[in-house]
């Protein structure tokens, strides 16, 4: 990591790589506002969507499923080839179930962006797993809590509905909630309201959180030392809070300073093993390790796993070799947690 005065020195990145991060870079900032609003009409021309495809693409076919219209909520639903028994599946006990939050700073993005439905796809092929992938409501039209609330009602909208070519052939036995930055936020707190409710069918026994987006009042080495790291700043961090949080609130509220001064008592909570994802050019690392650590502190089982040269959202770009790196680590958590339920 570079010294505050010298220029970052940013491990090398293929071209592709570059222009989406700055392509990237450039529409979140233009679309933005100085008092937290965002402009929707301009912010839709640069998100490209995918449409579900009924018939299997490279093995994998995608549903997109209701759960309450009146806040458009949905999920798109991935089936791999080989959850289907005369396809291969073998042993009686169905495909595990990935709950997948998709990042954007709670404020864009959304189910069927192209970058996250190929994402996804590569999740479900890979693991394999059926992914459900949340649309949740954004800020700052919606602020805390309704992203909570939308991906919570989403396992109780799987765990209370038979879905077809789903109900029959997933593991709900064996779920997992996943999402990369405010998507892995969004895991924790989900996964803390899911500790306090009783399902029927579901149980999630794994988090996987992607480079969570954790932050705090005070600003820690890693934010400080990483200001020229690609896509995160402390600026755009400092302004997607204030569109999130609730009105008035400081960057110390429990939702994103998660055991911070007003934090949650874990300590008596039933809370499944997780497995947060770090890169050592990320500037919020800091947050997501002593989110890590928090979690060990309070009696949680918990992973860490670091990859020194991956910046923010690696994972989306397979051209990045930590991003089958990740794909592999991810597969291993699921697999042995699956195995061991």
Known sequence: MADQDQPLKLP????????????????????????????????????????????????????????????????????????????????????????????????????????????????????????????????????????????????????????????????LKCCFLSGDSAGGNLVHHVALEASKHKFKEVEVIGNILIQPFFGGEDRTESEKKLRGAPFVTTERSDWTWKSFLPENSDRNHPAANVFGPKGVDMSAVKFPASLVVVGGFDPLQDW??????????????????????????????????????FIKEMREFVQKKSAAS
């Not at 798109?76 to 495909?95: C, H, K, V, W």
């Not at 993005?109 to 949740?136: G, H, K, Q, T, W």
């Not at 949680?300 to 910046?311: F, G, H, Q, T």
């Open 12 to 171: 090398p990145l293929p071209w592709k790589v570059k222009l989406f991060v700055s392509a990237l870079s450039f529409a979140v900032d233009l679309t933005r506002r100085s008092d937290g609003s965002v402009n929707r009409r301009l912010m839709s021309f640069f998100d490209l969507k995918a449409s579900p495809n009924k018939k299997p693409i490279n093995g994998i076919k995608t549903t997109d499923i209701t759960v309450d219209t009146t806040r458009n909520l949905w999920f798109r639903l991935y089936t791999p080839s080989q959850a289907i028994p005369s396809e291969g599946f073998s042993d009686g006990n169905g495909l595990p179930v990935v709950f997948f939050f998709h990042g954007g700073g709670f404020v864009c993005m959304a189910a069927d962006s192209r970058p996250y439905d190929d994402f996804c796809r590569l999740l479900a092929r890979e693991l394999p797993a059926f992914i459900i992938s949340v649309n949740y409501r954004l800020a700052p039209e919606y602020r805390y809590p309704f992203q909570i609330d939308d991906c919570f009602d989403a396992l109780k909208f799987v765990d209370s509905n038979e879905i077809e070519e789903f109900s029959c052939y997933a593991n």
């Open 288 to 325: 997501q390790k002593s989110y890590y650590y928090g979690l060990k502190e309070r009696g949680k089982e918990a992973y860490l796993v670091e990859y020194p040269n991956a910046i923010h959202t690696f994972y989306a770009y397979p051209e990045l070799p930590e991003s089958s790196l």
